[in-house]
């Protein structure tokens, strides 16, 4: 009988051991699926979705309580998400100061192209007017940047070519007048500036010009009247 009691108490033990080795197997079959699938949620989350999306995915992030395998590609991707919200958030906020500080036609360019390519992810009924309003403000600059670059770069030869081109300025600033900065202001009426002082040194050269012509002839009368 001791025998026979030794030998059921080995399966006994047996089953014991397989029972707890069956049950860490279901353990780390369980965490490994719960692995899989919060690497497959988080590699699935874009950096480029909308504004809305990228909110709703670091909110899911955040709220994700993840195995110690995913915690350090979570918390990445998290980060990275939070980011670029805040970039585009940035982008939109700022867009109008940086419309203030732009006084030439390449950054105006510049900004609204980076506008127009962003636009599509501003769903947010209030960022996206800011984007809007930036665009078309955009477009009054351009305009305006290309004629007063224009009369900033060609060459005048004539007081009424230098009137022409002060009264273009002066015009452009008139009409784009409500989308323009102080800065932007001041950079078009520094180029009436500049054309006024041409204008007299163009004045003064050609009198200077006129009186050396008439001390010319008359040193060449005197001349003549002296032989």
Same mark, same amino acid.
């Given at each position: 009988?001791?025998?026979?009691?030794?030998?059921?108490?080995?399966?006994?033990?047996?089953?014991?051991?397989?029972?707890?080795?069956?049950?860490?197997?279901?353990?780390?079959?369980?965490?490994?699926?719960?692995?899989?699938?919060?690497? /497959?949620?988080?590699?699935?989350?874009?950096?480029?979705? /909308?504004?809305?999306?990228?909110?709703?995915?670091?909110?899911?992030?955040?709220?994700?309580?993840?195995?110690?395998?995913?915690?350090?590609?979570l918390t990445e991707k998290r980060n990275a998400v939070a980011q670029e919200l805040t970039r585009l958030t940035m982008f939109a906020n700022s867009f109008s100061d940086s419309l203030d500080k732009a006084v030439d036609h390449k950054t105006a360019?510049?900004?609204?192209?980076?506008?127009?390519?962003?636009?599509?992810?501003?769903?947010?009924?209030?960022?996206?007017?800011?984007?809007?309003?930036?665009?078309?403000?955009?477009?009054?600059?351009?305009?305006?940047?290309?004629?007063?670059e224009k009369f900033r770069n060609r060459i005048y030869v004539s007081p009424e070519e230098f009137g022409e081109a002060i009264s273009g300025v002066k015009i452009g600033i008139d009409e784009a007048s409500k989308h323009l900065s102080e800065l932007q202001k001041q950079a078009a009426e520094s180029i009436i500036q500049t054309l006024n002082n041409d204008l007299a040194y163009s004045l003064i050269s050609e009198f200077v010009f006129q009186i050396l012509q008439l001390l010319c002839c008359s040193l060449s009368l005197v001349c003549k009247v002296i032989n």
């Open positions: 009988m001791a025998g026979l009691d030794s030998a059921v108490q080995k399966i006994r033990n047996a089953i014991k051991v397989l029972e707890q080795d069956k049950k860490q197997l279901e353990e780390r079959f369980l965490q490994d699926e719960k692995r899989l699938r919060q690497e /497959s949620v988080i590699n699935a989350i874009s950096l480029s979705g /909308s504004i809305t999306q990228l909110r709703d995915n670091v909110t899911t992030l955040s709220e994700m309580n993840p195995v110690d395998e995913v915690e350090l590609l360019s510049q900004l609204r192209d980076e506008a127009i390519r962003l636009q599509n992810r501003y769903d947010d009924s209030e960022i996206k007017q800011l984007i809007e309003a930036g665009i078309f403000r955009c477009d009054s600059l351009l305009k305006f940047f290309n004629d007063f």
